[in-house]
């Protein structure tokens, strides 16, 4: 079965501390992975694709096949990157999304 | 403003009526989708549609129904059948590739919350 899990329904730091949210799949196949985010009052956006190996807005994704991952990370996060995080997996014809997390970020 | 439309962004409704959102888009996407969004529950797909005329069953299609008459176009009718329709209803679409493959960016409107009284 395909299935996305984010364990964490918030996730609470101070800025500038390291930040990671955690996303497992599974899925019988060579998986596409993606992260969506939510910020307050704007529309869900796609933040970053696994096969792009890109880094945006400090954000990065690293896939693990071996542990079916693919945490997001930043080392130093900030205010503004307070918003609702869905890992999401492509299951050719549609996207499966996780259950989100929402990370809070504190001066 | 190209983009993916919804509406209404709000919308109340009385046990037992039917009721339907709208979804409109003009980037010329193959693909639509129907998500439905819970705290604690994330995304779960209702219905899409990869091609005029044809759409397929999600996750959580009971209680909903769709039609993709034209491309641009893709209304969700939240019938009375539906056992918790107290919702956010997000609208998205996507490029289809040429193997019918999405690209995985999917473009999404800004949602409608549907309230049963």
């Known amino acids: 079965a395909q299935r996305v899990t984010q364990p964490e329904k918030l996730l609470s730091v101070f800025k500038g501390a390291p930040v990671e949210l955690k996303c497992n799949y599974s899925?019988?196949?060579?998986?596409?992975l993606f992260w969506y985010v939510q910020y307050s009052r704007q529309r869900l956006q796609l933040l970053l694709r696994h096969i792009s190996r890109e880094s945006i807005k400090g954000f990065t994704a690293d896939l693990n096949k071996g542990e079916t991952s693919f945490h997001l990370k930043k080392p130093f996060a900030q205010e503004e990157d307070s918003a609702m995080y869905y890992c999401a997996l492509s299951g050719a014809t549609k996207l499966i999304f996780g259950q989100g997390t929402e990370l809070s970020v504190k001066p | 403003d190209g983009g993916i439309t919804q509406s209404p962004k709000y919308l109340f409704r009385k046990e037992g009526q039917n009721v339907t959102l709208s979804c409109e888009q003009n980037l010329n996407h193959d693909a639509m989708y129907w998500y439905r969004q819970d705290p604690g529950q994330g995304l779960r797909l209702i219905y899409y549609?990869?091609?005029?005329?044809?759409?397929q069953k999600g996750d959580i299609a009971e209680g909903y129904s769709v039609s993709r008459e034209k491309k641009e176009s893709f209304p969700l009718t939240v019938t009375s059948a539906q056992k918790n329709p107290t919702a956010f209803y997000l609208c998205?679409?996507?490029?289809?590739?040429?193997?019918?493959?999405?690209?995985?960016?999917?473009?999404f409107g800004e949602g409608s919350r549907l309230t049963v009284l």
């Open positions: 899925y019988s196949g060579s998986p596409e």
């Open positions: 998205a679409s996507s490029i289809v590739l040429a193997g019918g493959t999405n690209t995985g960016e999917l473009f």
């Open positions: 549609s990869q091609i005029v005329n044809d759409f």
